[in-house]
């Protein structure tokens, strides 16, 4: 009986850890999203006038309105910039997938010994700032950088890189690799590879094995990988940021543009809330297949 206040409070202090640092601030924009730019400081209103009393809190309410999301619709510049961001995340989360298969499969199929050094490997850049690895591409894909002082040494043409969409597509493969392997890995290097003989006594080659056998076995942590890169890059904004040119269109670069350069906190708001709402069916999927591993994993 004694133990029981003490575990209740340990059970409460995640839930008071969400409310503070999640539910909020997250309250804290979407009231943002229902106000009105001005030229004040801050930047938006309506205010509560607690000096009014209820009266005050009242008109407070009544104020509000959704005015800066029906603007969001109407403004091709949020449309363009929400299409693209998608856009930018499933083609890169795409080419993370072709890549990071093969790498994943390979590392399952070493001895234990070599596998830690190889997943060592892969979580090497983490120790790294992230800010400084993206600015190192900068110094590798400028046209006097790196990569064309190697093609000039072959006599190849050189290559306009940074400040394309290619850059941006660079960055965040390069970026979330590591995000895409760790899941896939973990699920090939459980897989029972008695699986597999059994599969070629029944007249199956090692291709057929594989597409019959690992692929479909595999998809917990494909659908996992995916879902882990493809959240974070909708709201990316260093690497198009740094990589990417003027034109580049993504919902990250879209918030801050608003809040810093146009000092439009609603209209900011209104997209940040709007990207979260388009990412919670894959946060709820990413959920679903994090269970499915855990239960594999039993």
């Known amino acids: 009986m004694k133990g029981r206040p003490r575990t209740g409070l ?25 106000s009105d730019t001005a030229l004040a400081m801050p930047p938006y209103a309506p205010r509560v006038d607690w000096s009014a009393g209820w009266a005050g809190v009242r008109a407070f309410f009544a104020a509000l309105d959704f005015e800066t999301y029906a603007r969001l619709t109407r403004d091709s510049l949020y449309i363009a910039s929400y299409l693209s961001s998608l856009m930018f995340a499933a083609v890169a989360t795409g080419i993370l997938l072709v890549i990071g298969y093969p790498i994943a499969y390979g590392m399952s199929r070493f001895a234990a010994s070599t596998r830690q050094a190889l997943l060592m490997a892969v979580i090497l850049p983490f120790w790294t700032s992230f800010l400084i690895r993206v600015y190192a591409w900068i110094a590798v894909l400028k046209p006097e950088g790196l990569l064309n002082t190697f093609l000039s040494q072959f006599g190849l043409p050189e290559l306009n890189l940074l400040n394309t969409d290619t850059a941006v597509y660079i960055g965040l493969v390069y970026a979330y690799l590591p995000f895409m392997v760790l899941p896939l890995y973990a699920v090939l290097e459980k897989q029972d590879q008695s699986l597999l003989e059994a599969a070629a006594d029944l007249g199956c080659t090692r291709t057929q094995a594989f597409w019959r056998v690992t692929f479909p076995l595999s998809l917990p942590g494909v659908g ?10 909708v709201g990316e904004f260093v690497i198009p940021d740094l990589l990417g040119g003027s034109g580049t269109l993504m919902l990250g670069k879209t918030i801050w543009t608003e809040f810093f350069a146009n000092r439009d906190w609603p209209a900011a708001s209104a997209v940040a809330i709007a990207m979260l709402a388009t990412l919670v069916i894959p946060i709820v999927l990413y959920q679903r297949q994090q269970t499915k591993m855990i239960e594999a994993g039993r």
């Open 10 to 34: 340990a059970a409460l202090a995640p839930f008071l850890w969400l409310g503070v640092f999640f539910l909020f601030p997250f309250l804290l924009v979407a009231k943002l999203s229902l």
């Open 224 to 233: 996992a990988g995916a879902l882990l890169c493809f959240i974070p890059m």
